[in-house]
Nanobody, 129 residues
Framework: QLQLVESGGGLVQPGGSLRLSCAAS????????IGWFRQAPGKEREGVSC????????NYADSVKGRFTISRDNAKNTVYLQMNSLKPEDTAVYSC??????????????????????WGKGTLVTVSS
């Protein structure tokens, strides 16, 4: 079964850090760009960050630039999202998704990419004191 599984979410205080993981099973991530998305209660899902298949080009939503870092370890078939200086407004369900195309954002979307195929079910991040 081809799937992506997220982990690493939880409750953290404002200013704290978490590292999310996106692990693939049933296929290798080597040839896919991977994006992280989040959906806060009552809001649309939005793109957070993306990393190309080579691990080179990356992009970030303006709201997380300088605080979040995306990386990948193809040997472990896993992509990570290091989240620092977390804010209450970062509270959301975080999901990862693969793209067989690239991290090029489709115009007019909230950070979706061309060629997206597999999605994980998500992991909840709650930032609260």
């Amino acid at each position: 079964q081809l799937q992506l599984v997220e982990s690493g979410g939880g409750l953290v205080q404002p200013g704290g850090s978490l590292r999310l993981s996106c692990a693939a099973s049933g296929f290798t991530l080597d040839y896919y760009a991977i994006g992280w998305f989040r959906q806060a209660p009552g809001k649309e899902r939005e793109g957070v960050s993306c990393i190309s298949s080579s691990g080179g080009p990356t992009n970030y939503a303006d709201s997380v630039k300088g605080r979040f870092t995306i990386s990948r370890d193809n040997a472990k078939n896993t992509v990570y999202l290091q989240m620092n200086s977390l804010k209450p407004e970062d509270t959301a369900v975080y999901s990862c998704a693969s793209s067989h195309h690239s991290c090029t954002v489709v115009p007019g979307t909230k950070g979706y990419y061309y060629g997206m195929d597999y999605w994980g079910k998500g992991t909840l991040v709650t930032v609260s004191s």
